[in-house]
T-cell receptor, first 114, second 116 residues
Framework: KAGVTQTPRYLIKTRGQQVTLSCSPI?????VSWYQQTPGQGLQFLFE???????NKGNFPGRFSGRQFSNSRSEMNVSTLELGDSALYLC?????????????FGSGTRLTVV | GNSVTQMEGPVTLSEEAFLTINCTYT??????LFWYVQYPGEGLQLLLK?????DKGSNKGFEATYRKETTSFHLEKGSVQVSDSAVYFC???????????????FGKGTLLTVNP
């Protein structure tokens, strides 16, 4: 079956702009989580959605937002980009967001802010 | 809050050497524990997991045992290959111990390089 698909793979944006990243989970998976990966901070949890509802949010400023659609696809948006937002953004899907069912990660979107 | 500490890298080994990457955690209750691997330019792949004390997770020659008494989940492999070169992440989830965070807490990652 198809894995987790993240688009685009690479993105270059200018400081102050906004960006939208997309994640299509594995068919049948209803939970989608987002993580930010940077060399300095490592992997940090952004938020998790299940059936279009945000169930948990990490410690990120309000510039980071997300949503989930009825087909479980998810988007995350970062407004007013800062240089420090440059990172690999990873999406993970699972059946219900519970670890016994496992999390499957996409290949990520590498965002560079210049 | 929950936290995961894993040994600093990078770790450089010769092919067929023994590998240990240490991982300890802080969490309430009985978290589930995971090792993920990240190859260059890719996302994370689940390597193995353990959901209760004394469980041993294993996959592709890698093993890790859930040690409640030492709050550890060290990754081991008896004979590494060049193809094992990657970044390894230890992680925990507290769902099974009553948590409802629906997230993974990761260690900083350990870069492993295996030379032929």
């Amino acid at each position: 079956k198809a894995g987790v698909t993240q688009t685009p793979r690479y993105l270059i944006k200018t400081r102050g702009q906004q960006v939208t990243l997309s994640c299509s989970p594995i068919s049948g998976h209803r939970s989608v989580s987002w993580y930010q990966q940077t060399p300095g901070q490592g992997l940090q949890f952004l938020f998790e959605y299940f059936s279009e509802t945000q169930r948990n949010k990490g410690n990120f400023p309000g510039r980071f937002s997300g949503r989930q659609f009825s087909n479980s696809r998810s988007e995350m948006n970062v407004s007013t980009l800062e240089l420090g937002d440059s990172a690999l953004y990873l999406c993970a899907s699972s059946l219900e967001g519970r670890d016994n069912y496992g999390y499957t990660f996409g290949s990520g979107t590498r965002l560079t802010v210049v | 809050g929950n936290s995961v500490t894993q040994m600093e890298g990078p770790v450089t080994l010769s092919e067929e050497a023994f590998l240990t990457i240490n991982c300890t955690y802080t969490a309430t209750g009985y978290p589930s524990l995971f090792w993920y691997v990240q190859y260059p330019g890719e996302g994370l792949q689940l390597l193995l997991k353990a959901t209760k004390a004394d469980d041993k997770g294993s996959n592709k020659g890698f093993e890790a045992t859930y040690r409640k008494e030492t709050t550890s989940f060290h990754l081991e492999k008896g004979s590494v290959q060049v193809s094992d070169s990657a970044v390894y992440f230890c992680a925990l989830s507290d769902y099974n111990s009553g948590g409802s965070n629906y997230k993974l807490t990761f260690g900083k990652g350990t870069l492993l390089t295996v030379n032929p």
